[in-house]
Nanobody, 122 residues
Framework: QVQLVESGGGLVQAGGSLRLSCAPS????????MGWFRQAPGKARTFVAA???????DYADSVNGRFTISRDYTENMVYLQMNSLKAEDTGVYYC????????????????WGQGTQVTVSS
């Protein structure tokens, strides 16, 4: 069983930046794909970004150009750099991992973190 622990959430003004971190309980080299989903208040969880071991990435249209996902094999961490934040980016952000390739489907991910709250004030 792989455990994922998120950190870095908080309150930020619109236009600001945050960096989320995800620390897995195993070497990230073992996990083919890692990513992020988010859930806004009263809404379903949606895909944000994913990165494969190959470096292949995928982003939701709503964050493309503003968010950057990365993997640091030395630190054994996955990051989500979020810039130009908007009020609609508010939600709980979940770190996810799967053995397969990049996917934007929630049911495709094998492991989920507990989530970290991001609140963007307008």
């Amino acid at each position: 069983q792989v455990q994922l622990v998120e950190s870095g959430g908080g309150l930020v003004q619109a236009g600001g930046s945050l960096r989320l971190s995800c620390a897995p309980s195993t070497r990230i080299l073992r996990l083919n794909t890692m990513g992020w989903f988010r859930q806004a208040p009263g809404k379903a969880r949606t895909f944000v970004a994913a990165i494969a071991r190959s470096g292949n990435t995928d982003y939701a249209d709503s964050v493309n150009g503003r968010f950057t996902i990365s993997r640091d094999y030395t630190e054994n961490m996955v990051y989500l750099q979020m810039n130009s934040l908007k009020a609609e980016d508010t939600g709980v952000y979940y770190c996810v991992a799967r053995w397969g390739g990049v996917s934007n489907a929630e049911e495709g991910y094998d492991y989920w973190g507990q989530g970290t709250q991001v609140t963007v004030s307008s």
